[in-house]
């Protein structure tokens, strides 16, 4: 997982199968919370999901700016990059 587009599509495949997200409204400018209906719960599994998918710890601080799912992927890059 390396380019941003991988890392979008793993986040697509989370979303879709773990939180039973319909696929056509995951988009890079959806709001996690308004647009897929994610609560402050989910957004916690979101990011232990996303640590045993990079391996990496992930600080709560840097996913509370988090709003869309660009922002995610962003933070995801950055991550794998460091």
Do not use: C, W
Request: proline residues 1%.
């Amino acid at each position: 997982m390396q380019t941003k587009e991988e890392i979008y599509q793993e986040l697509e495949q989370i979303l879709t199968e773990d939180f039973e997200i319909d696929a056509e409204a995951i988009k890079l400018d959806a709001n996690l919370y308004q647009d897929l209906d994610l609560d402050s719960i989910d957004a916690v599994d979101l990011v232990v999901k996303l640590r045993e998918l990079t391996g990496k710890k992930i600080s709560p601080d840097a996913f509370k700016a988090v709003r869309t799912v660009s922002d995610v992927v962003e933070e995801v890059y950055k991550l794998v990059h460091e």
